[in-house]
């Protein structure tokens, strides 16, 4: 007859849940965190291009790298890539180390540099299978990539002989090529037409439904469109971090109103939920509200009460546009 020990089953039961616990939380954090930056400073010529960043991106995710010229994305970029070494700090790709495992790293990544180069007088399907070969990658990626990125039609043309769009793509097909979790996209969309900006946007949307992208502009619309998240740099210094979400949920309202004669700044403050008033020129006054509701029929109602006539009365977009203009502008 067998004897069970009631105390010690339990307890053995419940050392395995904890154990199958703790490893799904390392595992829980492995697949969700992409990209992890820490304390990164990167000098040229003395001069800081990084001053101790830190930052984390998840997966699936799409988040812009939105900054001014010259505030140091490219510089980002190509660290995280392991393209170049950041004099101090860490960054863990897909769980591997830039500086203790760049080829890791690398597999990891797919890239496409800022001016994406390219060989003018390569055939499309040649460029890539002469990368695929380099990656070690089948034939079958080849024509799956070429599908993806919408190149079919365009797969036996020389790639000097495209538009840029096409050539965008050529270059997104290539940081595809090796399926790899993570995407950084050096400024993807710089220097197309509006209809080529609309479907490259498309695709990397549709791409980052599965992948980690990381992507450059200095184009704060081109946030709007694409990601989940923004990250603000400026003069090498992270300025912000937020969901776009958060963005759209921010509690402030701007109307901006001519008037068809000056009034004082104080005046209008009796306007409710005021909470700042400028008046940028003119007979011109931007006035931020702290609430959500549509404020400009009280500013309407406002004037008439007090015999003053509107020449014009807008609302102004208050989330990312304010927000890039007053943090890099410092
Ligand atoms: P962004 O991509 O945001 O325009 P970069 O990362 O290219 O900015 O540049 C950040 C700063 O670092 C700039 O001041 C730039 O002039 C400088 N910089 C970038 N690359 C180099 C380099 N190879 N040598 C010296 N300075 C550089
Ligand atoms: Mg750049």
Known sequence: MFFFDKSKIIKDLTVKITLCYIIAIFEKNDTQMSIEVKAVTKTYNNKNALNNISFKVNNPEIVGFLGPNGAGKSTMMKIITSYITANSGEVIVNGYNTKTHPKAVQSSVGYLP??????????????????ANLHQVNKEQIDRVIEQTGLTPEAHKKIGQLSKGYKQRVGLANALLHDPEVLILDEPTTGLDPNQLIDIRHLIKTIGKKKTVFLSTH?????EAMCDRVIIINKGEIVANKTLANLRDSKKQIVVVEFDYRVEDAFLYKLPQVEQVTNPNGFIYEITFKTTVDMRAHVFDFAHDNELKILQLNQKNTSLENLFTELTSL
């Open 114 to 131: 800022e001016n994406n180069p390219l060989y003018p007088d390569m055939y499309v399907k040649e460029y890539l299978s002469f990368n």
């Open 219 to 223: 184009i704060m619309q081109e946030v």
